[in-house]
DNA sequence: TTTCTTTATTTAGTATACATAATTCTCTAT
DNA sequence: ATAGAGAATTATGTATACTAAATAAAGAAA
């Protein structure tokens, strides 16, 4: 697939918005990224107009292009959504998955268990994304998938690599991946609905938390700690 | 607002592949539009990365602009999220709007309903367009909204005009705006649900024979017509 | 005649140059 | 000294020119 320049830089700049390099509100100024990436203006002004479509920034007419700053609340808003999304598609994937895919996803589920077991971060993190993947596929939708997928690039971000270094998040998130896996093989669509809109709304808990605590620059790890723990006490 | 050229230009695109003007699968060469606008290349790409990003065209490197084509399946696919994304905020009007927000539903309906006697076509449609909006609004998720709107607007294209003047679909829409309406009042979430997604799923079968009929070129009315009547059957 | 290769043409991608709008800085007047 | 108006600067919007890639066409070989 033959990349276009456009895109390597809307991807560069895009992983450093996500990893916090550049912060909301920051402006961006074509000719220094220009500078930057050693190219001209042009596909510059392409890549930003690619950002923007995915509403990691915003343009005004005239006056340039700023990192979008999203709100607490607006945060809360957005990982509703995104619950409400991927708990169609665990609701419509019990319905519709078939044996094929019912075993490649409950593979997906035991190979995780031993990264989380070996509190393997990265691998386990693959694994997540492999396991909600399955679900998208699962649920027979190509413009449900292609918007939820949408929404977790949007939500990127915010779900930076240090999430799963949250103290006991892998294994709370295991054992909420085995909940909706039951359901979904149980082809069980009420419970797979409410499984997954558990397991995302615990995450959103850690994320959010995760996020403010980056924006206002205060030791992330310690917050997040504290936000796991509160999670932890909720739970039980 | 001082509108830039490149916004004027992707609008009157997207009005042209609205209208059906221009036709799925057909090629959009920039140079050729750039003439007819009367402006250099350079707005007409911005425009047409924008109609890309909306999901209107479909962009290859080095391969061009295309309107995106959209099969039968891919547009049941669209309508089954759109009435699902719907129904979730009507889902979570019921349980949110406030008073004021239930009035002025209410209004809206009520004033409908003086448009589906006088089979105003254009009021009834405007008044739909507000109806819907109010659900948007009172579910209280802005970034649920956006994404419904962003579908809603996605589909625009096969919802065209002639929608409403299918027999008896203005009435029919009438009396399923009630149901949705009586349980927003009633608070009742799920009953909310259910209404909305019966709705949307009576309208996409009218709109998907519309919309086939009008790729094959064949006669639209009668088409349409031969729809509601089966439609109308399935109903009682 | 058909097929493969090479060349030519067309069109998208990128660079540079120019125009216009917005911001900032300075100078003047109160 | 401060506030406002105007000029200068900076950055975005647009146009033109150039480069590279993909497709079409033409010619040569089988």
Redesign the pocket.
Known sequence: M?I???EQISQGLADRIVSGAIRPGEKL???VIANEFD?????V??ALRQLAATGLVE?R?????TVTDIGEDRLHDMFEAMGELEALCAKLSAQRMNAVERKKIELIHRESAEYAEASDEPAYADANERFHDAIYVGAHNASLKSITEGFRRRLAPFRAKIFFQISNRILSSYSEHELILEAILAADRERAYEAMRNHIAASSLNVIDYMMAARTGSDVKEKTDRAAEALTAANN
Request: proline share 10%; no cysteine.
């Open positions: 033959a276009t320049i456009s100024e074509e000719q190219v001209s203006r042009t596909p002004r392409d343009i007419p005239h006056k340039g292009v």
